[in-house]
């Protein structure tokens, strides 16, 4: 039923089994930036969604087509580098001493106070 790739069971698969069921029961209360980033993801790396861009060697003319990529914050590969330029930006934010990093959950019956 489930197709794993490399071994690993990635984002992108787990949304490609799940989303349009997930969508079925939640629809109504996802953000539409959510949306739009889980179909970048699924469509990441598809040459037919995204293309793709071909280098060839001047030399022997062999190519290489490499397929564009989401750069969604919910793609593994791509939101890694979205994250570590983040950090790098928040760190030149930061005074140079110890500190703790805390987060607080605001409660489901709330949420759409803070719902952006």
Same mark, same amino acid.
């Given at each position: 039923?489930?197709?794993?790739?490399?071994?690993?069971?990635? *984002?992108?698969?787990?949304?490609?089994?799940?989303?349009?069921?997930?969508l079925i029961v939640y629809r109504g209360n996802i953000r539409q930036t959510v949306l739009d980033n889980v179909a970048r993801v699924m469509s990441c790396r598809d040459k037919n969604k @995204?293309?793709?861009?071909?280098?060839?060697?001047?030399? +022997?003319? &062999?190519? $290489?087509?490499?397929? $564009?990529?989401?750069?969604?914050?919910? +793609?593994?590969?791509?939101?890694?580098?979205?994250?570590?330029?983040?950090?790098?930006?928040?760190?030149?934010? @930061? @005074?140079?001493?110890? $500190?703790? $990093? @805390?987060?607080? &959950? *605001?409660?489901?019956?709330?949420?759409? *106070?803070?719902?952006?």
């Amino acid at each position: 039923m489930y197709e794993v790739i490399s071994g690993k069971y990635t *984002i992108k698969q787990i949304l490609k089994d799940f989303w349009a069921d997930f969508l079925i029961v939640y629809r109504g209360n996802i953000r539409q930036t959510v949306l739009d980033n889980v179909a970048r993801v699924m469509s990441c790396r598809d040459k037919n969604k @995204l293309g793709y861009s071909v280098y060839a060697c001047p030399v +022997c003319g &062999s190519k $290489h087509i490499v397929a $564009h990529t989401c750069k969604s914050r919910f +793609c593994n590969a791509c939101g890694k580098v979205k994250n570590d330029e983040w950090i790098v930006k928040a760190q030149d934010r @930061l @005074l140079n001493v110890p $500190h703790k $990093h @805390l987060v607080f &959950s *605001i409660p489901w019956e709330v949420r759409l *106070i803070f719902r952006g």
